[in-house]
Structures are given as structure tokens and as C-alpha cells.
């Protein structure tokens, strides 16, 4: 074991050599064994203990962390204050001189007197305590580095390397004690519905569903060929569940870990958890009713924003999810874009939507293939144009948009309600402007944005530009409190996805418009998601017209899950692996599958919960990372314990890997 670690750490045993020389001597045994021998459990408190117990004139041990540096008070006290591992705190009477010498976070058990203190808190209406220390115990004393990091602790927040002392602020440690409590209800509620948890494999084969993977090299070398061979990370227990299903299991889930090499941001991380289910003999149907017990269930339990709310079944009013017959409003693909100009849209806002003004003969005209013109109104945007300039700038910028920047009209006199249209001619040709004023009947204080899209049934561009900037005016400060109806979270299905996509050019600096490349397909979710059975012909010669059967919980604008049913026939699936979606070499990545459906697997359907943003939504927090224990940076590197590192050269050649040499 020694050699392995010689050979293929060598940096990182020069660096333990190093450190090992520089103590010159072995610590003290005193020093030591006083760290290890400690009161354990009997008499141990925690501080919310005491006053649950209205503790008053008893002796008690408590465990903790100094919390601030101790104040000495004449010559004979000191006021120190002490946090347990729930964050609570108390404050410490020091007559004894224990306090002494102590930092900032270092490990302690006291024990002492508790009483009351005179100043109760009179806000509260309930007694603080305080601890005359008798004894102190040192467990481990704490350098002089959170004390140099104050600053940060007063604002609450660590530079990311010292993510432990993060932990330690009970806002943080609260989330994760949150995220359990979030997962306990939800394998609650699942084992009631019969479901059975199974660990499937986190190391997978390469396989194409949509994202870039981890690779794992391994010291394996394919027979006769030579050629190195490599696991990857799973990105999803997709194809293993649907083993699962085909080997007998009605109802399966697992609270499972899935990694995808993407690019970062606040609610993406390289290694994620998902709540992963999967159901036998079930339609898309049957697993959506089951997540409208879960999620709700979930929600009104332990949100901060309270119970879950949906629209009405006639898409106008916000009620509760209980008040709707338990159901979540469903919309289709084809309403959220048109409509909100986004697949994923923030319905907390319902009414502020965007208008294709087609049926009044406004149509764009800078490129024909995306011939619909459409405006969005902000009633009431401003009062002057000072006010407009300071509080909608970032709606005309373009680093916002991926493509075409809409055109934003502020409507600052009588004559702009008329006129406003001579703005958009650049774009759009109008046949009746005058028709189309008295419709949206524009007042003074108004601002009208206007851009193009596709035509309804091939929308592919998502977001919409008008759907990127409904967005941006829902995340602004102003937009929120002059748009959202309801402060509470509102959850929505969108349904009837396109099941296949054009590939999309990567965007110039100049492109104005995608350029798809139509004669190669993606899946707009996977290759696994069975087609809409009334769209069923179309998978022949127009199968960027079919619909899947997959759908989509949208809470806030994100995306909290997506599922689907799936294909569970050997010959279609092949089919949409060979002759829509072109792959090649089929059989080697997927023979597993169309050997296992054609042997009698069953009729089955599923979903997937983003466990990471459901507990950043319930905690009331945008980034997951604040729901991780030890998240990755944007970059994708561990701060704390300083990974992804390199590798010696002589242990890659282990895994018939090496440098490329320049």
C-alpha cells in the first residue's frame, strides 16, 4: 500500500514529508488525552433544552464552539458565549479565569451553573440564560484563521475553502437538516404507495442521452483490439429502471446520485441527486397524479412560502393545489411558448403574457422562417422617463438575449399610444395598426417590447426572445412587485413536447436568428420518451411534428422534474435510435435494452425530481449550492479539499492513459 501511495502520489507525499519534519517533537500526551477524555451524554444539554425545561439553579455540561472572542471584565470576570451544534447560544460567567487565552471557535465542554439573567428578553417574553462556568474543557483549540475571518462570519459568508466554518452558521446547517427532513417525507409518502427502494450503479458505459459525461478509465483493455477501455458516471438511472421494470419491479425508486460535465451556474452542479421513480403497467397519467400527493404533500409541509398553489382549471385565478381537486394545471408546449415564450414559465406572474398579434395581419419580416410578430405590455412601468431609464435598462441590452434583441417602445406621451408601431416597422409590417392600437389599448407609462419567433407547431428557438425578457422583468426587483399576484410558489405541467429537435449551429457573434440543421435530430429529452399515439404516422417523414409523451412540474419558472412514458417495443425503439435520431452503433450502446424489451418487459412510465433545487425552493434560497454540504464553484472545482488534482504519469499508464506530449 505504502508503494502505491510512493509511486503514484509522489507531489502529495512530498508535501506530507515536508509537513511531518517540520514538528519537531510528538505533542504533549497531557494535551493529548485531555482532547479525548470527556463527559459523554447524562448530563450533556443542549441550550434549547434549557429553556424547554425552564432550567433554573441546576448544574449542566454543555458541548460547543467559543463563539466570539471572551470579554474580561475587571480583574475577576470574564462574558464569553458559547454555541452548540445546533447554533444556539449562550452567554458564559467567567469568575475563574477559564476563559483565558481562548480563540474564537475553539471546541469546549463546560459545565457550570445556569440562571436566569436580569435583563430577560422582554421582546420574547421569555428568560435568557446564562452559565457560570465551574469547569472548562479545551477539545480541541482553534487557530488564530476564524478570528481573521470575522468579517466574513458577520456577513455570513465564508470564502468557499472554509465551506466547515460556513456549516457551522445555523442558517447553512439548518438547510441541510431541512434537505433530510424534505427526503424522510418523501420516502414516507412513497413507501405508503407501495414503493420499493433499489440502489442501481453509479458506474455506467458511454452512452449518447443528451448531456457530456464523466469518464472513468480503467486498466481493462477491450480483447484482440488492445484499445483502453472506460466506464462513465451515471447521468441518470434512466436505463437501469427501465431494467428494473423489465425485471418484474412494479414500483421503483432511489434517492440517486447522477453526474453530467456541463457548464455551471447557481442551480447546476457537475454531481447532483435526483429522487428517481419508475412504474409499471402505468401511463404518464398515473405517475403525474402521484407526484400531485408528493409534491403539494411536500410543499405544505415544509416550504417557507407556505402551501402550493396552481392555477384554476379555467388558467385565470391562483388557488391551492388542495383547492383544485389536487390537480396542477397542465399546460401545453405550444400554449407555454406561445404564451410566456419559455417551456419553464413563472405563472406567479399569470398575467403578464405575450400576444402574437397575427390575427391582426402584423407579420415580421427579416426572415421568413420566423414570420410571427409578438408584443408583451408592462402596464404601469413608469412615471417618467428618468424613472424608466433607471429601472428597464437591462431590457434593450444585448448581452441579455442569445439571438435578436427585442425592440422596448416606453409609451411617454398621448401621440406614443398611436404611433408606438413606427418603431417596429424595422421588423414587423402592420395592415391595420389603428385595429391593433384599440386592442391593447397602450396608456401613458406603459412599455410595449416586441420581437419575432416561428410559427406555431415548429418552435424550437427556447427561449423566445420576448420569453428571455418576460423572464428578466420577473427576476428585476421592480418586475416582481409590479407583476407577481402571489408571493406563494406556483406549480404548472407542461406537456406535449416536440420528441425531436433540429441540432441548433452554434451562434455567431452577429446571428440574429438559429440556424438548425434539419436533416439531423436530437431528442428533445431522450431517445426513450414514447411518441404521442395520434402522431404516431408522422415518425416516417415528419417526425420534428410529433409530440411526446413526456411531461414537465414547473414550479417558479424551473424546472423541478420532467418524465415520461416510455418505449417499451424493441422494434420502435431501434427505429428511433437507427433511422431518426442516425446512431450508428445501436446494438453495442443499447443492446442491453431491446434485448430486455423483447424478452416481456412491461408498459411503464417515470419521473425524475431535481432533489437540489426542490430543497433550495423549499428553503427559500436560488442557489442549490446553499443546499449542498460541499458544493463545486462555478468552475467545477472542490475549494476544500482542492479537486479535480493531477495524477502522476507513472499511475495513468496504469489505465493505458498519458500525457499528450507537445
Known amino acids: 500500500m505504502l508503494s502505491q501511495l510512493i509511486t503514484g502520489n509522489r507531489c502529495f507525499l512530498s508535501t506530507r514529508t515536508q509537513f511531518i519534519r517540520s514538528l519537531t517533537k510528538l505533542p504533549d500526551s497531557q494535551k493529548i488525552r485531555s482532547q479525548f477524555v470527556f463527559q459523554r451524554k447524562g448530563s450533556i444539554k443542549a441550550i434549547n433544552e434549557l429553556y424547554k425545561e425552564n432550567a433554573e439553579n441546576i448544574e449542566v455540561s454543555i458541548n460547543g464552539w467559543i463563539d466570539n472572542k471572551p470579554k474580561h471584565i475587571g480583574k475577576n470576570i470574564s462574558f464569553g458565549v458559547l454555541r452548540d451544534p445546533n447554533g444556539d447560544t449562550i452567554q458564559l460567567v467567567d469568575s475563574h ?3 483565558k487565552g481562548i ?3 475553539t471546541v469546549v465542554q463546560v459545565k457550570g451553573t445556569i440562571s436566569s439573567k436580569k435583563n430577560s428578553n422582554l421582546y420574547s417574553n421569555r428568560l435568557e440564560y446564562e452559565l457560570k462556568l465551574n469547569e472548562l ?3 480541541n483549540l482553534s487557530n488564530d484563521k476564524p478570528s481573521q475571518l470575522q468579517d466574513f462570519k458577520e456577513r455570513g459568508n465564508y470564502p ?3 465551506r466547515y466554518l460556513q456549516l457551522r452558521n445555523p442558517k447553512y446547517s439548518d438547510f441541510l437538516k431541512k434537505r433530510y427532513e424534505i427526503s424522510r417525507i418523501v420516502r414516507d409518502i412513497l413507501n405508503k404507495e407501495n414503493f420499493l427502494e433499489i440502489e442501481t450503479p453509479i458506474l455506467f458505459k458511454p452512452t449518447p442521452e443528451g448531456a457530456r459525461e464523466f469518464l472513468v478509465p480503467t486498466r481493462v483493455k477491450k480483447a484482440k483490439k488492445g484499445i483502453p477501455t472506460f466506464y462513465s458516471l451515471t447521468q441518470s438511472p434512466q436505463q437501469y429502471k427501465q431494467l428494473l421494470m423489465a425485471s418484474g419491479f412494479s414500483n421503483y425508486f432511489q434517492v440517486a446520485r447522477c453526474f453530467r460535465d456541463e457548464d455551471l451556474r447557481a442551480d447546476r452542479q457537475p454531481e447532483f441527486t435526483q429522487i428517481d421513480l419508475e412504474m409499471s403497467f402505468a401511463s404518464g397519467n398515473d405517475v403525474m397524479q402521484l407526484l400531485e400527493q408528493l409534491v403539494p404533500k411536500t410543499w405544505d409541509e415544509l416550504s417557507i412560502t407556505g402551501e402550493l398553489f396552481t392555477l384554476d382549471h379555467s388558467g385565470k385565478k391562483l388557488i391551492p393545489v388542495h383547492e383544485n381537486r389536487n390537480e396542477i394545471y397542465r399546460l401545453t408546449y405550444q400554449q407555454a411558448m406561445s404564451l410566456y415564450g419559455i417551456d419553464k414559465p413563472d405563472l406567479r406572474a399569470p398575467d403578464l403574457k405575450i400576444v402574437d398579434l397575427s390575427e391582426f395581419r402584423a407579420t415580421a419580416n427579416r426572415n421568413k422562417k420566423f414570420p410571427t410578430f409578438e408584443v408583451i405590455v408592462l402596464r404601469n412601468a413608469f412615471d417618467s422617463i428618468e424613472n424608466y431609464k433607471e429601472n428597464w435598462h437591462f431590457l434593450d441590452n444585448a448581452q441579455n438575449y442569445t439571438y435578436r434583441t427585442p425592440l422596448v417602445v416606453p409609451i411617454t406621451n398621448d401621440e406614443a399610444k398611436t404611433t408606438w408601431f413606427e418603431k417596429f416597422q424595422s421588423i414587423a409590417a402592420f395592415e391595420n395598426p389603428k385595429m391593433i392600437s384599440k386592442f391593447l389599448n397602450l396608456k401613458q407609462g406603459d412599455i410595449i417590447c416586441g420581437s419575432t419567433r416561428e410559427p406555431n407547431g415548429s418552435i424550437f428557438e427556447n427561449p423566445t426572445p420576448l420569453g428571455t425578457l418576460r423572464k428578466l422583468v420577473l427576476q428585476s426587483e421592480i418586475g416582481k412587485r409590479l407583476y407577481r399576484e402571489t408571493d406563494h410558489d406556483v406549480a404548472s405541467w407542461v406537456i406535449d413536447f416536440p420528441l425531436f429537435s433540429p441540432l441548433t449551429n452554434e451562434p455567431a457573434p452577429n446571428d440574429d436568428f438559429p440556424i438548425y440543421q434539419h436533416d439531423r ?4 429529452h431522450h431517445p426513450f420518451t414514447m411518441v404521442n399515439l395520434s402522431d404516431y404516422n408522422k415518425l416516417n417523414k415528419n417526425p420534428t411534428k410529433c409530440r411526446g409523451q413526456h411531461y414537465d412540474l414547473v414550479i ?7 418524465g415520461s412514458t416510455r418505449v417499451h417495443d424493441p422494434e420502435l425503439q431501434n427505429f428511433i435510435f437507427e433511422s431518426i435520431l442516425k446512431i450508428e452503433n445501436s446494438e453495442e450502446l443499447f443492446g442491453h435494452l431491446l434485448n430486455a424489451f423483447a424478452m416481456g418487459t412491461p408498459p411503464h412510465a417515470g419521473f425524475a ?7 433550495a425552493m423549499l428553503c427559500g434560497t436560488e442557489s442549490i449550492r446553499d443546499v449542498l454540504a460541499f458544493p463545486k464553484s ?3 472545482t472542490d475549494l476544500v479539499v482542492k479537486s479535480p488534482s493531477l495524477v502522476d504519469e507513472d499511475v495513468l499508464k496504469l489505465y493505458n492513459i498519458e500525457y499528450k506530449k507537445n
Open 521 to 524: 435530430l436530437m431528442s428533445t
Open 103 to 105: 480563540s474564537r471557535e
Open 97 to 99: 479565569s477559564l476563559l
Open 609 to 615: 425530481i431535481g432533489f437540489d433545487r426542490m430543497c
Open 160 to 162: 468557499p475553502q472554509y
Open 137 to 139: 474543557s479545551v477539545l
Open 556 to 562: 417558479n419558472g424551473i424546472e423541478l422534474g420532467g
Open 634 to 636: 462555478i468552475t467545477g
